[in-house]
């Protein structure tokens, strides 16, 4: 009888951490509508098909999702076939800190907080942080006095969330949030990866003032994990205190990396290992 009640204990203890698991699909610069990748439909097709047979428990899409309304409309007709919750933060190709309303007139907020089970994410407009209308400038670009006052507003926004977030910790009131479990979607990253992109032109990082105004807050809401797209080339570094999970395109690169999506696979201590999947 003893035997039979340490294997049920071992059995549930061995349980614990899958079921404690979760798994996010990162979708990312699909590009519908882009006239240098043609295949950007199909292929977003064909991605879906794919994390459907991997079950996640949510999907992110880190934005530069179509050229145009008529596009993102596509774009989420296509993504409507996933079988868990998606979530979209846009890309310098869906919005610019003066044409935000845009995409929210099809997409919804562009910055906002959502869970997936125990973990907490926000997703950030990163066009917010930044101008990035002119991919040759060699100088940062300075916001519009509209873009400012977005700007402002955004990260007013984030600041508010933290403080709710860090008070609901310290008197145990409201929804139970895990600090080690708090993730940030945004488009464009923070830091380069070393020499990668191979320039350093502004375009390719959020630049100051912004820069450090957001990791101020991400460093104060403890944050070690933060999902972005933009680069068209999957990887994992580590810069500013935190890891970056980079997601392949989905529609066209520039770089000789295949195309493709990512599976981020959270444990219940907030690690994360990704997976760079192939577009076959």
């Given at each position: ?5 340490l ?10 951490p ?5 798994t996010?699909?990162?979708?990312s610069d ?11 439909a ?16 949510a999907v ?14 596509q ?5 409507s ?45 990163s ?10 400038s ?45 993730f940030?979607?945004q488009?464009?990253?923070?830091s ?28 104060r809401l403890?944050?070690k ?43 219940a ?12």
């Amino acid at each position: 009888m003893l035997r039979e009640i340490l294997m049920v204990l071992l059995s549930l203890c061995a349980a614990l951490p899958a079921a404690a698991q979760i798994t996010v699909a990162h979708i990312s610069d699909t590009h519908l509508g882009l006239k240098h990748a043609p295949g950007a439909a199909a292929n977003l097709r064909r991605v879906v098909e794919m994390v459907n047979q991997r079950h996640p428990d949510a999907v992110i899409v880190s934005g530069d999702i179509g050229e145009t309304p008529e596009a993102w409309k596509q774009a989420r007709e296509i993504l409507s076939k996933a079988k868990a919750p998606v979530y979209y933060v846009p890309g310098d190709h869906d919005d610019n800190s003066t044409t935000a309303d845009h995409f929210r007139s099809v997409f919804g907020k562009d910055y906002y907080q959502f869970k997936v089970k125990n973990a907490t994410f926000f997703a950030l407009d990163s066009q917010l942080l930044g101008s990035f209308d002119v991919f040759d400038s060699n100088q940062v670009m300075p916001l519009t006095a509209i873009g400012q006052a977005e700007s402002a507003r955004m990260l007013e926004w984030f600041g508010k969330q933290i403080d709710a977030m860090q008070e609901s910790m310290q008197t145990g009131s409201g929804a139970a949030v895990d600090p080690a479990l708090v993730f940030v979607v945004q488009h464009v990253p923070i830091s380069r990866n070393g020499g990668f992109p191979p320039d350093a032109k502004p375009y390719w990082t959020v630049q100051e003032p912004y820069r450090s105004r957001e990791l101020e807050l991400l460093h104060r809401l403890g944050v070690k994990h933060v999902f972005a797209g933009h680069w068209h080339s999957g990887m994992v570094f580590q810069a500013d205190g935190i890891t970056y999970h980079i997601a392949p395109a989905t529609s066209w690169t520039g770089f000789k990396v295949p195309l493709g999506f990512a599976i981020h696979t959270i444990s219940a201590n907030g690690d994360v290992k990704t997976e760079f999947v192939k577009l076959r």
